[in-house]
């Protein structure tokens, strides 16, 4: 409840039998019916935004995928600049359903860029003290792209960017909005403490590994722990099964664990054949679960099912199984290997490495706690001011390098998005950044906070000149 209550008015408490109220709010024509008929999972607009179309407020039940309901509003064609000759009372409504609101979603189209009625709506959000999160959408466009970085001038902590239209980020938002919904069945609480730990999804997992390193073993040993809940559930591609799991409150599901046994009975087809498995299994996972063979270290192949995963943004944990039998399995031992890892798979340093045999149970335990927590790593942000304070200082001191060894001005650094962390600097020019200086960006990041065993996503955005002048 802290999150909300966060605004001036505090004196505007909602009774705990009132539905939550999020209302939609931004300038004519920037996608709010859009985005209103996907928050309601409604295939198509019911309520076209025809340009200079006004219209009331509109109010729905929106439910998300754990059941929990909220009131949606879409307050139209609003505009508090009042130049699109929207009549007085439609302004009123729409000003009236933002006071009211328990969450403002500020919907701007960030291929237009920020305009002044994308301010003014701002300006009354926040003297409305509602929390806000800023929708950018449009980002399909390539305009949206950059009008997704400017939007973090509007000065609120957290910018989506989204295609209402393509349905791109709406995920994202819908777990935005789940944060701040109370519980299922919660009172409103008086007292104090921290809202629940955010755990609001499945963690999808994705075992992969060559032949023979013990996948279909570990599979099994993660399965038979104790005060483990397993059920088998129809995968999302064809004919694929996977296992859902619920572990001390966490709820996983492991991807294509019909596909894991299947393939280890029938043993052993070409090598390309598990290439391909484990990109299908990646792809649809949060984390991959990459099980190396301890007894005879990294091989080239789990280096490129790793660069798979990295391309893929996906989380990452190694596995070094058949720790049993492999070497003396001490401390030292334990250093050597991981070492050989950083070696073979350097580009994957900042995923942990866990020793555990399938056959011993040993380490098992670690498993689920370690990709619940590289889940959590991969949907991280930073806020943005703490992001300047640490990054954008370090930057602006000592200038980062182009590709092609020119000095980028760096005016201030955003985070586009998450699952992976995705940031943008933005700067005089759009240039990549020199390898070396994005290798020091990252370590900058991962030293601001927790990214271990995700990606990190660093890209140059330039200033459009016109921005430019106006500063
Ligand atoms: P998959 O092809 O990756 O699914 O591998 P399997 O799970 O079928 O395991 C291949 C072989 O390695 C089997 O003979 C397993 O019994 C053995 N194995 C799996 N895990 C371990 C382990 O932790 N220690 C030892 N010593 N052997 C293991």
Redesign the pocket.
Known sequence: MKGRTRGRDTTRARPPDKPFRVVVAGRPNVGKSALFNRLLKRRRSLVHDLPGMTRDVLEETASLSDGRRYTLLDTGGFDPEGKEAIPAAVRDKATAAIRQADLVLLVLDASAGILPGDRSTAKLARQAGVETLVVANKVDRRAGMEGEVEAWELGFPEVYGVSAEHGIGIDELQDAIALRLPAAGAEESEGEGEAEPEEPREIALAVV?????????????LLGEERTIVSEVAGTTLDSVDVSLQREGAAFRLVDTAG??R???T??GPEVLSVVQARKRVEEADVALL?L?A?SGPTGQDASVAAHVHEEGKGLVFLA?????AGGSTESDAKAFQETVLEQIPFARWAPVLF?????G?GIKRVLLAARSVAANRRRRIPTGELNRVLGRALRDKAPRSASGKRLRVYYVAQTGVAPPTFAIVANREEPLHFSEARRVENLLREAADFSGTPIRIVVRGRSREDRELN
């Open positions: 590994g060559r032949p023979n390193v013990g996948k279909s073993s570990l599979v099994n040993a894991i046994r393939r280890s009975r043993e052993k099980v063979d007894s199984n058949k720790w049993d039998i555990v045999s399938a056959r011993t040993r």
